[in-house]
């Protein structure tokens, strides 16, 4: 079983959340208040939904070897044009000017996504530069949609997106539920995982099996553009305001921390959601067990570095062979390291 | 022969085992290597040579056994340390930086230095100097990706060699040099040899073997099954050794595999290229292949073969000329159209332009055709592992597991893969590009009899080997390139042999 | 066979045509600057870019050497700021002498580097998280240090800062500016002329080639990102005299400032590609767009980000197109 | 777009002010922005406006260009305190007169700007302390206050906190249970407030940084069932007018005003700096403490 490779972000995020319970102990108590559930671990999965939903576009952007840094200012650009369109509508409760309003953003998202997607397929501009623009200028454009200023809605159906409960569960995880199973669908159940995963393992070679490698890679721009779209939508819904400064800043990071967490290269090639998932969990966790357990914030970042070193360290196959071997082996004499056993037949 | 056993091996390993998750692949080997001899490594594809000589120089650490150089038992942790103590490897795979220049390539690790500084000047005459001690001409200064897999091979070989190392090891360095090459390879090694190197020679041309060795070890299923002298063991008892059979009939299959036309000569053709060209890369060539025929492209190394064929399968722009399919001009600007006008094409280089290493050997082997059916219709996972299963029986690809990683595989059952895939896309015209490098001598006349069999059921076949038997074995005809330009046309009526096609080559007649 | 000694020489001058556009685009867009705004052309506008920057071109040449390994250091922000932060706290708080605190803060940013190098080489852990790891852990140093920013009033570093190095014609530069240029120089040296150098790029065309070359793979790979510690401390030093105070905050982003000059000047992220004078390239065009937003001087915040990110934009497009399509 | 400096040129006499912003991070600094803008507008003054994106970097190059502009007067809202001097030193050698808004330098060297025109920070922080005692004067069970920071190490959170903490801190009974940061941001606010709910059995008062935090936190409280401004007593600073909303429905106890709108107060400044007239060293703007019913009253005329 330790094989799998979501064994070990599985146990990273149980030993995460029973660290919880030790300082609190009804941590993981789940009770139903005013018709919804009511916890700590709804609480992370609530707000964990959002970084879900982006970090789900990212793996399959990394998969082909690109890199989204555009999806903060896409998360700020979908809620501000929103909640500006809610705002200004003559009856903000409607659910027609809710769903127009949604449209919008996913509209607007979609042009973003094919902005990223010509820049890196088309004109051949490496990821990170042709999303850097994106990133800086979007969040210009968040800003000007606002005005700078941080625009408050009240309208209960755009209130369900991310703030919302449908049958006691917050509607945010519903979502992103159906999202990931939709995205796992898509890439599993057709040829598209696997068109995406040749594309990134080997470009050159796809290229000559036919595989159309710009549509593909635009398409997982437009993908993750609309994903962080949505992940706007919950973010803004959720406090009922859109705030264009600061809505989705560095998302990015946390997001591909999700994707690497959860066990997919950087580099391209095989992915994995159900680890972006795991990923994405574990860094909602560890938020929740700062504030929890009361690390102040001037010492928040250190503990964060010490759980992501340890994350990594306790997946990597080459630190568990070296611990397990430095048990067994202390009498023997030491052995040279192993060169990257599985990848020296190329 | 000099004569070892009066000698002290330079090099002797002693129950060598290296598992993988998985697979056995070394299990209790011995092997041992004297000074001044040639000593051929054989066995199948996927026996455990290549493994061998990565445990041998470190590369992989190994589970039990040792080695033991100069009379001392060693551990060697890497590469660098297999280096510094005289051991100097051509790995089967090209191994050197694409994006270096030749003469970097060639010295890196021990360039010339004057106050500490790379000494660039020295570097490249260095280098120039290497390569032509190998008769090789090559403007050391491009970058290495400028150029083809043979010259890379060649490249690597240059490398090792430059070394004056106390023991030589090369790991199929003549999968795609074609005879010129081979000779220049070999009268370098004798020279080594004469002067006292060790070397470990992997070859499936079992020709070359015979000619240059002088002692061999067979490995059969990662064991191995003895050490003989070259001069004592006819060459079907070789082969029956690394099968692990009796020894039968020749190998070799008969002399021709091929098959007349159905159509016959006057058949319509299926492609005709007119005028076709790529500045800087092949001169205007004419070309028709009709279906069910087999045309070979014969040549010297660079002569323009994979450029010709590229230009075919659109993964190069031709700059001027036109093609024909089937009557109508057609415009292949990517290989996604030549595929949808029934068109294939097997690269030469598995590592860079054929396979996806990370996935799995199921996976490569529908890859083509996936992307064919487009995503949205998706191969059922029963009838991948189906034509997976099939095409791994029918190549013998070892191990037989589809969900190997095909990064994991010996090199020739990787090539096995990535002809397995082009195969299931039931192409119009297949293109072939040394097909058959690294494959062992009972899969290639498997794959000569596939080839030949297609063809026989109409598929057009364009063949192109560094091997001119194999050539004269499958093609009806044969386009002769030389300098980039298609010379000569010859039909294989019977009368030709690879000594007329080197004629032809050298005289650059026009047909 | 042949070989055509010309088309060698041409392919070789080809390697340089990405650095020639970039060069013609930024002097074209200093062109347009200076047309467009008073007091623009002038020689200290240029150098100024220069003086602002220094510490940018010393980070973005450390990252420099990473991205050409193929590997990539988000550490390089939160490392200049604990260098500022260092500083200060040794020099205001416990008097010690700036000229123990300089270098042992190179040494410590040295350090930081070399121990990212040894777990992302020893554990094969991805660059991009160990560096992560690195930066939360240097920027959370910064805070556990002091939350405030402190001042730095000790006559040596001010001294440094406020001196004007004169040039001819009424010019000036700063001394960071040297120290910039020479760690350009030793940098160049190194990368184009060294055995290490060369190791840096062939481990970036193909890190299992290089190692079954026989190249010190493991000691090039720990080497690069100490380099880029190296780097990120002396910015942090040259930081800390420019804004002569140590503080958590500072270079917030600075990260991803570097890899963009980087990659602007040409560097594939993926690798083994790449110029370091496109980098110093790639830092002047950035610092360049700032300048033109500063003199133009009448933008909101936001028009001011979207104007960035469009000149960023027709920059990169300008360079793609001259440069042409690279073959997939 | 264009011609910056030639505007500034032909009208003579016309005073040409460049002021450096530190970003555009909250809505208390876009009012802030509008409001000077506006007021430059107003006076016809001609502004050179930069935007700094929170880089100290950007503001030190952004007042360069100034001097190299010849701008009659600087101002600038510092991102941080320190590290001013070398640039500072830059201006006064060109004669330009320096007028810090919002947040005061700590430079030892008193002659390189001309004055401060803003709030004080600690004084927020203590206003914040004073409401809360003497709130709680007289009883003597023990106070659990919650407390949400600004984003780490920048200054308002930095000060904010130690005012309140030297208040309170002269009574056993206030005791700050859990204080993190919320980044200024209502969606960290409310995330923050949701753990600080589950994790501390009894929370008596939160004190916000700024309103947005508050906002936040009040629909956490809410959700989980508690009645904010009731249940939990709410402090917070800024005073915008969705926190006055709040207030008016009883949501917020009190909020410590820090006014944005410094506009009309800097262009005034400016003049006097250039006609050369003597002026104070400390300008305090005019900001109260606002109770509910203040703020109820207050709600109509709430510019931001
Ligand atoms: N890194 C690896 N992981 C797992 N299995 C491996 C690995 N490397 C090699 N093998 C397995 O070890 C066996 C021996 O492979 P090896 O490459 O030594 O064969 P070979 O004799 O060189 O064959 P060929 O003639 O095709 O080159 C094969 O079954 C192969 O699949
Ligand atoms: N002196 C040279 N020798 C070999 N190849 C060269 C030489 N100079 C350049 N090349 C490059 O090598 C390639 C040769 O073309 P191509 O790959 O079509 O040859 P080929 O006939 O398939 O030979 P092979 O694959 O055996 O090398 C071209 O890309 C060419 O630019
Ligand atoms: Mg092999
Ligand atoms: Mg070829």
């Known amino acids: 079983m330790t094989k799998h490779r979501l064994f070990w972000p599985a146990v990273v995020l149980a030993v995460l959340l029973l660290a919880n319970l030790a300082f609190t102990p009804d941590f993981f108590a789940i009770r139903i208040k005013d018709g919804h559930l009511y916890g700590s671990l709804i609480d992370i999965l609530h707000f964990g939904a959002p970084l879900v939903l982006v970090a789900l576009g990212m793996t399959l952007v990394i998969a082909t070897g690109g890199i989204d840094l555009s999806v903060g200012s896409t998360v700020a650009i979908a809620g501000a044009l929103a909640c500006l369109h809610i705002s200004e509508a003559a009856d903000p409760a409607s659910p027609g000017t809710v769903v127009a309003s949604v449209a919008i953003a996913l509209a607007v998202a979609l042009v973003l996504g094919v902005a990223n997607g010509v820049l890196v397929a088309r004109v051949g501009v490496q990821p990170i530069i042709a999303t850097l623009i994106l990133m800086v200028a979007g969040r210009g454009v968040a800003q000007l949609v606002t005005g700078g200023q941080i625009i408050t809605v009240t309208s209960g159906p755009y209130r369900l997106i991310g703030g919302g409960y449908w049958l006691a569960v917050p509607f945010a995880v519903l979502l992103a539920v159906v999202v990931v199973l939709l995205t796992a669908l898509l890439t599993r159940r057709t040829a598209l995982g696997l068109l995406l995963e040749s594309v990134g393992g080997n470009p050159v070679a796809s290229r000559l099996v036919g595989i159309r490698a710009s549509g593909l890679i635009a398409l997982v721009y437009v993908f993750s553009a609309l994903c962080a779209a949505v992940a706007g939508l919950m973010i803004s819904s959720n406090v009922s305001s859109a705030d264009g400064n600061n809505a989705g800043l560095w998302i990015e990071l946390d997001a591909i921390l999700a994707v690497v967490v959860g066990g997919t290269s950087l580099t391209g090639g095989r992915f994995s959601l159900g680890g972006t998932v795991l990923g994405a969990l574990i860094i909602q966790a560890l938020s929740t067990t700062i504030y929890t357990i009361g690390i102040p914030p001037e010492t928040t970042l250190v503990f964060k570095a010490f759980v992501v070193i340890t994350v990594c360290l306790i997946q990597s196959p080459a630190f568990r062979a070296k611990a397990v071997r430095r048990r067994s082996s202390a009498t023997r004499s030491a052995r040279p390291r192993p060169l990257k056993t599985e990848e020296a037949e190329a | 022969m000099p004569a070892q056993s009066a000698q002290q091996p330079v090099l002797e390993v002693r129950g060598i085992r290296k598992e993988f998750p998985g697979v056995v692949a070394l299990d209790g080997v011995d092997f041992r290597l004297f000074p001044g001899e040639v000593h051929a490594l054989m066995g199948e594809n996927g026996a455990g040579k290549s493994t061998l000589i990565k445990v041998l120089t470190g590369v992989h650490p190994s589970d039990g056994g040792e080695v033991v150089l100069d009379g001392r038992p060693v551990r060697i942790a890497g590469p660098l340390q297999a280096q510094l103590a005289g051991i100097s490897t051509v790995y089967q795979e090209v191994n050197l930086c694409p994006n270096l220049s030749v003469a970097e390539n060639i010295l890196i690790g021990r360039e010339p230095r004057r106050f500490g500084l790379v000494h660039w000047s020295e570097l490249r005459r260095r280098a120039a100097e290497s390569v032509a001690d190998l008769d090789l001409d090559i403007d050391v200064s491009a970058p290495l990706d400028s150029y083809s897999t043979a010259v890379q091979q060649l490249v690597a070989i240059v490398r090792a060699v430059e070394v004056s190392a106390k023991v030589l090891i090369l790991d199929e360095p003549t999968s795609s040099l074609d005879r010129e090459e081979v000779r220049q390879l070999f009268a370098v090694m004798r020279r080594l040899r004469d002067q006292g190197v060790a070397i470990l020679f992997v070859s499936h041309f079992l020709d070359q073997v015979y000619e240059i060795c002088d002692r061999m070890t067979v490995l059969l299923g990662g064991r191995l099954e003895g050490e003989y002298l070259t001069g004592e063991l006819r060459q079907v008892d070789l082969v029956a050794r690394m099968i692990g059979g009796e020894p039968s009939d020749p190998g070799e299959p008969s002399d021709s595999a091929r098959r007349e036309p159905a159509e016959g000569a006057d058949a319509p053709p299926f492609l005709r290229a007119d005028g076709l060209a790529r500045s800087g890369a092949i001169e205007p060539y004419d070309l028709t292949i009709r279906s069910g025929e087999v045309v070979g492209l014969a040549g010297l190394l660079g002569s323009g073969r994979t450029e010709a064929a590229r230009l075919l399968f659109g993964a190069d722009h031709s700059t001027r000329g036109s093609v024909r399919i089937e009557g109508a001009e057609v415009s292949l600007r990517t290989p996604r159209t030549a595929i949808s006008h029934g068109i294939a094409f097997c690269p030469e280089d598995r590592k860079t332009e054929g396979l996806i290493g990370e996935l799995t050997v199921r996976e490569n082997i529908v890859l083509a055709l996936q992307a064919a059916r487009g995503w949205t219709r998706p191969l059922s996972g029963t009838r991948q592992d189906e034509i997976a299963l099939h095409w791994i029986r029918a190549l013998g690809i070892r191990p037989g597991n589809p969900e190997a990683l095909v990064r994991n595989l010996s090199g020739g059952n990787q090539q096995k893969v990535l002809l397995a895939r082009w195969l299931i896309t039931d192409p119009k015209l297949l293109i072939l590009d040394e097909p058959t490098r690294g494959i062992d001598v009972g899969a290639k006349a498997e794959i000569q009899k596939l080839v030949a069999d297609l063809a026989g059921d109409g598929m057009s076949v ?39 096609i080197m004629a032809t080559i050298a005289s650059g007649a026009q047909s | 066979m042949t070989s055509n000694p010309m088309a060698g020489a041409v392919r070789r001058g080809r390697q340089y045509v990405p650095l020639l556009v970039t060069s013609v685009l930024l002097v074209l867009m200093f062109s347009v600057g200076s047309v467009q705004y008073d007091g623009f052309l002038s020689g200290q506008v240029l150098l100024n870019l220069l003086i602002d920057n ?24 939160a490392v200049v700021a604990l260098s500022t932060m260092l500083s200060a706290w040794l020099v205001e708080r416990h008097g010690w002498p700036p000229l123990l605190v300089i270098p042992l803060v190179l040494v410590v940013g040295t350090v930081a580097g070399f121990v990212m190098g040894w777990v992302i080489h020893s554990f094969e852990i991805q660059p991009f998280i160990v560096t992560l790891a690195g930066m939360f852990l240097a920027r959370g140093l910064c805070y556990t240090i002091s939350i405030d920013s402190i001042s730095i009033t000790d006559p040596t570093y001010t001294a440094f800062a406020q001196t004007r190095i004169p040039l001819p014609g009424d010019l000036f530069v700063s001394p960071s500016v040297l120290v910039a240029v020479g760690v350009v120089a030793v940098a160049f040296v190194v990368l184009h002329h060294t055995r290490l150098g060369r190791n840096v790029y062939a481990l970036g065309g193909s890190e299992q080639s290089a190692l079954l070359m026989g190249l010190p793979v493991a000691r090039t790979k720990i080497a690069v990102y100490a380099v880029s510690g190296f780097c990120s401390s002396l910015g942090g030093v040259l930081l800390t005299f420019y804004m002569l105070s140590g503080y958590g905050l500072h270079a917030v982003g600075l990260e991803l400032d570097a890899i963009a000059a980087v990659v602007i000047g040409g560097t594939l992220l993926t690798g083994g590609s790449g110029y370091l004078l496109g980098t110093v390239l790639g830092v002047l065009v950035l610092g360049l767009i700032q300048t033109l937003i500063s003199f133009q001087g009448t933008l909101s915040s936001w028009w001011t980000r979207i104007v960035i990110g469009g000149l960023l934009f027709v920059f990169i497009l300008l360079q793609r197109l001259i440069v042409g399509r690279r073959k997939v | ?51 700094a994106q929170q880089k100290q970097e950007n503001q030190i190059k952004a007042i360069r260009s100034f001097i190299q502009q010849k701008v009659d007067v600087i101002a600038f809202s510092p991102v941080v305190e320190s590290g001013w001097d070398t640039v500072l030193k830059e201006a006064k050698d060109a004669h330009i007169p320096v007028v810090l808004t919002d947040r005061a330098v700590d430079s030892k060297d008193d002659s390189l700007y001309v004055s401060f025109l803003g709030s ?23 106070v659990n206050i919650v407390e949400l920071q600004g984003t780490t190490g920048s200054a308002p959170a930095n000060d904010r906190k130690s005012g309140f903490t030297d208040v309170i801190k002269a009574d056993a009974k206030f005791k700050i249970v859990a204080s993190q940061t919320g980044d200024f941001t209502r969606a960290k606010g409310k995330e923050v407030m949701q753990a600080f709910l589950k994790s501390q059995p009894k929370i008596d008062v939160l004190y916000a940084h700024n309103d947005d935090m508050a906002l936040g936190a009040i629909q956490a409280i809410e959700e989980a069932g508690k009645k904010p401004g009731v249940d939990i007593k709410i402090i917070s600073v800024d005073g915008v007018k969705d926190a006055f909303t709040a207030m008016s429905q009883g949501k917020i106890n009190v909020d410590v005003e820090c006014n944005p709108l410094l506009g009309d107060q800097l262009m005034d400044l400016v003049k006097k700096v250039k006609a050369g007239e003597q002026v104070p060293r400390r300008i305090k703007t005019q900001e109260g403490v606002f109770t509910q019913d203040q703020a109820a009253a207050a709600l109509p005329t709430r510019q931001y």
């Open chain 3, 54 to 77: 220094a510490f940018l071109l010393v980070v973005a040449v450390g990252m420099t050497f990473v991205v050409l390994t193929g590997g990539i250091d988000l550490s390089v922000g």
């Open chain 4, 1 to 51: 777009s264009g011609g910056g400096s030639a505007d500034g040129k032909d009208s003579g006499h016309k005073l040409t002010v460049g002021f450096s912003q530190v970003g555009a991070e909250s809505g208390w600094r876009t009012a802030n922005t509008k409001s000077v803008q506006d007021a430059a507008k107003k006076a016809g003054i001609t502004l050179k406006f930069s935007d």
């Open chain 4, 120 to 142: 004080d920070f600690v004084e927020e922080g203590k206003r914040a302390g004073d409401w809360l005692v003497k709130e709680y004067q007289g009883r003597t069970d023990p």
């Open chain 2, 462 to 500: 364009l063949f192109i080997s560094a091997e001119l038997e194999e050539v004269l074995r499958l093609c009806h005809r044969v386009g002769v390139l030389r300098d980039r330009r298609l010379v000569a046309e010859l039909p294989n009526d019977g009368s030709l042999t690879p000594e007329s």
